[in-house]
């Protein structure tokens, strides 16, 4: 059974161990404070057996140079490589990899690639509307805005700020204070309707 613990942090122990035998504790003393072999003191004693050796298991089928290659050819996005958006999925990356690459790998398995070894997080997109101009925007958040609110507050008037489909008359709900238990009630109709 392979002990517990990274290659380094293996590699240090077998280290100490020689060193604790070079010291002058016997190799079975050295053994049984460990928790191994004498056996195994031993071989750390021979000519590269203190050095860490490779972790067991398949090797990755992309090595790092040719994962930030794969990483680079994503970041182009997903309408670059022929889909209706730019939204990557472990379904698509999975098949572009097929496709383009010829390398075949489950899409939970392409999701733990991304999210581990590149860093790639779920993230929920942010909205923006295709008819929004931003420099009009930029201009009116600007230029135009102080001016009603200077205005406004010449006049003492309320600035409203109304959408195409109308003013709700049913009045919106913020954030009070208010005593623990002792929730504030607002007073106001119930009614759905708009003008």
């Not at 016997?26 to 590269?48: D, E, F, K, N, Y």
Request: positive net charge; glycine residues 6%; charged residues 30%.
């Amino acid at each position: 059974m392979r002990p517990q613990g990274t290659a380094a942090e293996l590699e240090r122990h077998r280290r100490r161990a020689v060193e604790l035998v070079e010291q002058g504790e016997s190799p079975t003393m050295v053994a049984r404070i460990l928790g191994v072999r004498p056996s195994s003191v031993h071989r750390w004693r021979r000519p590269h057996g203190l050095d860490a050796r490779p972790v067991p298991g398949p090797m990755p089928g992309l090595s790092d140079y040719h994962l930030q290659k794969r990483a680079r050819f994503l970041r182009q996005g997903a309408k670059k490589h022929g889909w209706p958006n730019d939204f990557w999925t472990a379904d698509r990356v999975a098949r572009l990899v097929r496709e383009r690459f010829g390398l075949s790998y489950h899409p939970e398995h392409v999701r733990k690639i991304l999210k581990q070894r590149l860093g790639w997080t779920r993230q929920q997109p942010r909205r923006k509307p295709r008819e929004r101009i931003d420099q009009k925007v930029e201009w009116w958040l600007c230029t135009e805005l102080p001016r009603l609110l200077r205005e406004a507050f010449r006049r003492q008037a309320h600035v409203v700020f109304l959408d195409e489909a109308g003013f709700q008359l049913t009045p919106s709900v913020r954030r009070t204070l208010a005593p623990r238990g002792q929730t504030p009630v607002l007073d106001c109709w119930d009614r759905r309707d708009r003008f």
